[in-house]
């Protein structure tokens, strides 16, 4: 079992700047990827960044050249940095790992934090 626990959420004005965490139990083992995903209200969930195992990245193109997604050495800790936020940035961001064990390979959640662009 993983637990998934992101932080960092928020109020922020447009242009301004966030940075979220997702911190993921369990040790590194299995890991093939991390990710940030987000769901603005009436819109389907969407993938915002992710990393591979091997340190490759993965971006929409709405975020290219504002966000960028990185790991801590450990490779259980993903952050997100957010810059130049827009007011269409707006919802809330979910973090999610995704593991391979014995029967196979399964996608983790977290709670989801909300971000707020808005003057």
């Known amino acids: 079992q993983v637990q998934v626990v992101e932080s960092g959420g928020g109020l922020v004005q447009p242009g301004g700047s966030l940075r979220l965490s997702c911190a993921a139990s369990?040790?590194?083992?299995?890991?093939?990827?991390m990710g940030w995903y987000r769901q603005a209200p009436g819109q389907q969930r969407e993938l915002v960044a992710d990393?591979?195992?091997?340190?490759?990245?993965n971006y929409a193109d709405s975020v290219k050249g504002r966000f960028t997604i990185s790991r801590d050495n450990a490779k259980t800790t993903v952050y997100l940095q957010m810059n130049s936020l827009k007011l269409e940035d707006t919802a809330v961001y979910y973090c999610?790992?995704?593991?391979?064990?014995?029967?196979?390979?399964?996608?983790?959640w977290g709670q989801g934090t909300q971000v707020t662009v808005s003057s």
């Open positions: 990393i591979s195992s091997g340190g490759s990245t």
């Open positions: 369990g040790g590194r083992f299995g890991i093939t990827a």
């Open positions: 999610n790992i995704r593991k391979r064990g014995a029967s196979g390979t399964r996608d983790y």
